[in-house]
């Protein structure tokens, strides 16, 4: 219904392309086609990635916070198991890759790996359930899944890289930090390849984070897509396209089971990642 008269091509770019916008000469402006959201440049605003994630971080704050404000050593509710589930797992695994002190770590293995997973988990809902809701409120372009920009998985990664260099430097202290960039691993004759292998290494860490998640996530959405495809292919009770239909549903239904791993898998990644880049900027090195 979202996509009457597109072609297969323009389907595809339609549901990749997100709500960006921007202020030129003083007024709002939203991009129609891909085109239009380059010539943007880089002022330009994705807003349903951030519309998104504020709101989903707004809900893991608010289930959380309700469930540790009520929480009783009677009885637990089904909530309340859940989130001490979770909980236990995120300690768990802080306990098992971070071997520093610090009371940032836990609480925010946990806030990734909620946010992350929430984010992701808007991959499962169906692409043209969006646009029936969208469309009619002249909104013509709407991402719903945020991991899907690498805007967003790129800021996630440069948050904790940031991280990563505030605590080396804190722990190490500037000149320790310096010299674990030019003096490993060949010594002080060995400085320009040292600070190149050890340059090449810390970049490769956000830059890892961000691509991983992002590239997962992206290529999960694209097979939705052409899955979704196949059901735009009805023309009638025909054999060939009654076959189409039946094969869209039990694709659908499969890839949907088997993404709930991936949604799961890519935000354990991405929390388990940043515990260990933590830990090695608190190990000092002699």
């Not at 890839?255 to 991936?262: G, T």
Request: charged share 10%.
């Amino acid at each position: 219904m979202s996509t009457e008269g597109l072609t297969t091509s323009a389907y595809i770019k339609h549901h990749l392309q997100n709500l960006t916008c921007s202020i030129q000469d003083g007024q709002f402006h939203c991009a129609h086609t891909p085109e239009e959201a380059k010539a943007m440049g880089f002022w330009a605003v994705n807003i349903d990635t951030l519309l998104v994630s504020l709101v989903l971080g707004v809900v893991f704050l608010y289930i959380f916070s309700r469930v540790a404000k009520s929480i009783s050593a009677g009885a637990p509710t089904g909530m309340q198991n859940f989130v001490e589930w979770i909980v236990e797992f995120i300690d768990n695994s802080v306990r098992g890759s971070f071997t520093g002190r610090s009371a940032l770590v836990a609480p925010l293995a946990l806030t990734i790996f909620a946010w992350i997973f929430l984010m992701n988990l808007m991959d499962l809902v169906p692409i043209d359930y969006i646009a029936m809701i969208t469309q009619p409120m002249g909104i013509g372009h709407f991402k719903l899944v945020p991991t899907t920009d690498p805007n967003a998985t790129i800021g996630m990664a440069i948050g904790v890289f940031l991280l990563v260099l505030f605590y080396s430097i804190k722990v190490k202290g500037l000149g320790g930090f310096v010299g674990e960039l030019t003096l490993q691993p060949f010594g002080k004759f060995g400085l320009p390849v040292n600070l190149f292998l050890e340059g090449v290494n810390l970049i490769a860490k956000p830059v890892s984070l961000a691509l991983r998640l992002f590239g997962n996530m992206y290529a999960g959405e694209m097979i939705f897509i052409l899955i979704a495809l196949m059901g735009a292919s009805w023309v009638g009770f025909t054999f060939s396209s009654t076959m189409l239909f039946g094969s869209q549903i039990i694709l659908s239904l499969g890839w949907a089971i088997f993404h709930i791993l991936i949604v799961t898998l890519q935000a354990f990644i991405f929390m388990t990642l940043t515990i260990v880049y933590l830990d090695m900027a608190h190990q000092e090195h002699h």
